[in-house]
């Protein structure tokens, strides 16, 4: 059972194009984290959200984390092909004894 | 900066074979972690382990041993390699404090079981 669902699971869009991914869950989590894989490669953290509303950027990347802390959202503005990658996001957990959980993935293709 | 460092890269075995993949960190966390991903199923928690010493299982165990000898080494053992053992594995280290929690990754090996 995925406590963490993500959607969509596949997107491939057009350079210069805007997206949004989501991730869900019926469960509240301390906070979220998203991360991204490249091929051949373990993934990378991008960032943490831990209040609920709280909206993070990173450059072209900005995430967002629900009132109720049960989903969040990745927006990126004017994709780019180094944007290409799966995004994952994570549950973590509450206190050491806890282990992060993560959701399917949204895997990206941005086309130049 | 060396991280997690996983090795193989590459594996392919034939069904009843064993074999050990090595993970080692050099940034001295006591949590680290072992994964296996699956399209379509994200990353799933095999074996963990708090410290040295102390080790316990996740959510999909079976089929997998680990011990945790040291803080640097957390080597996952397959005894019996079995066709649904295929996958791409992660090993992770946690860091944990006043930064915030954050999982590193090593690269991942690719294993086949025939």
């Known amino acids: 059972t995925q406590l963490l669902e993500q959607s969509p699971q596949f997107l491939s869009i057009q350079e210069g194009e805007n997206l949004t991914v989501y991730c869900n869950s019926s469960s509240v989590f301390s906070s979220l984290q998203w991360y991204r894989q490249e091929p051949g490669e373990g993934p990378v953290l991008l960032v943490t959200?831990?209040?609920?509303?709280e909206v993070k950027k990173l450059k072209r990347l900005t995430f967002q984390f629900g009132d109720a802390r049960k989903d969040s959202s990745l927006h990126i503005t004017a994709a780019q092909p180094g944007d290409t990658g799966l995004y994952l996001c994570a549950g973590a957990p509450g206190n050491y004894g806890q282990n992060f959980v993560f959701g399917p993935g949204t895997r990206l293709s941005v086309l130049p | 900066n060396a991280g997690v460092t996983q090795t193989p890269k590459f594996q392919v075995l034939k069904t009843g074979q064993s074999m050990t993949l090595q993970c080692a960190q050099d940034m001295n966390h006591e949590y680290m972690s072992w994964y296996r991903q699956d399209p379509g199923m994200g990353l799933r928690l095999i074996h963990y382990s708090v410290g040295a010493g102390i080790t316990d299982q996740g959510e999909v165990p079976n089929g997998y041993n680990v011990s945790r000898s040291t803080t640097e080494d957390f080597p996952l053992r397959l005894l019996s390699a079995a066709p649904s053992q295929t996958s791409v594995y992660f090993c992770?280290?946690?860091?944990?404090?006043?930064?915030?929690?954050?999982?590193?990754f090593g690269s991942g090996t690719q294993l086949s079981v025939l």
């Open positions: 959200v831990v209040t609920g509303g």
């Open positions: 992770a280290s946690r860091r944990t404090g006043a930064l915030g929690e954050k999982l590193f």
